[in-house]
T-cell receptor, first 112, second 113 residues
Framework: QKEVEQDPGPLSVPEGAIVSLNCTYS??????FMWYRQYSRKGPELLMY????GNKEDGRFTAQVDKSSKYISLFIRDSQPSDSATYLC????????????FGKGTTLSVSS | DSGVTQTPKHLITATGQRVTLRCSPR?????VYWYQQSLDQGLQFLIQ???????AKGNILERFSAQQFPDLHSELNLSSLELGDSALYFC????????????FGNGTRLTVT
């Protein structure tokens, strides 16, 4: 079992839809959770950063972490064509000598 | 713009050759990370440096090495290149704290022919 699992998609939605992106993980030591957005031919860009369980909202984006289920989600409200990108979840145990572990990413396409 | 600069953007070379990828971190960031991204493996952590010292090591091949210089820029050296080394190589930087988020450059696309 991989440490971080993420459905690669592709996920296609119409403009204005609510999008739900998810990751599961196996390492219970993970406590820092991030979502990155990656456009074609660009580096990953940090979208959301959360610590431990709970919700965090930033504009149209909401990140949820459920440590008991080892499950994290990113919700995008009122999706726009400019949201079309690959979304990568990432997580870390936050211990010295450990690194940020990424999911393989979900490709999202929002059509106008 | 993340503030992380990577050069070159593209590199085409032959098997058996050696290349050097360069990264300048964001101003004020002490930590540099190298990741390899391929279609089948996703983003794989290679190595981390903090203020010139190696801090963490991931799935980095023995043919690969890295260093961070006193001015905090970093170089990733790839030698005895194989076709399978073709990938995007990303550098990221952070302030260095264990919970600090990473900020990525736009990568170097390496093609080994």
């Amino acid at each position: 079992q991989k440490e971080v699992e993420q459905d690669p998609g592709p996920l296609s939605v119409p403009e204005g839809a609510i999008v739900s992106l998810n990751c599961t993980y196996s390492n219970s030591a993970f406590q820092y959770f991030m979502w990155y957005r990656q456009y074609s031919r660009k580096g990953p860009e940090l979208l959301m950063y959360t610590y431990s369980s709970g919700n965090k909202e930033d504009g149209r984006f909401t990140a949820q972490v459920d440590k008991s289920s080892k499950y994290i989600s990113l919700f995008i409200r009122d999706s726009q064509p400019s949201d079309s990108a690959t979304y990568l979840c990432a997580m870390s145990a936050g211990q010295a000598g450990t690194a940020l572990i990424f999911g393989k990413g979900t490709t999202l396409s929002v059509s106008s | 713009d993340s503030g992380v600069t990577q050069t070159p953007k593209h590199l085409i070379t032959a098997t058996g050759q050696r290349v050097t990828l360069r990264c300048s971190p964001r101003s004020g960031d002490l930590s540099v990370y190298w990741y390899q991204q391929s279609l089948d493996q996703g983003l794989q952590f290679l190595i981390q440096y903090y203020n010139g010292e190696e801090r963490a090591k991931g799935n980095i091949l023995e043919r690969f090495s890295a260093q961070q210089f006193p001015d905090l820029h970093s170089e990733l050296n790839l030698s005895s290149l194989e076709l399978g080394d073709s990938a995007l190589y990303f550098c990221a930087s952070s302030q260095g704290g264990i919970s600090s988020p990473l900020h990525f450059g736009n990568g170097t696309r390496l093609t080994v022919t």
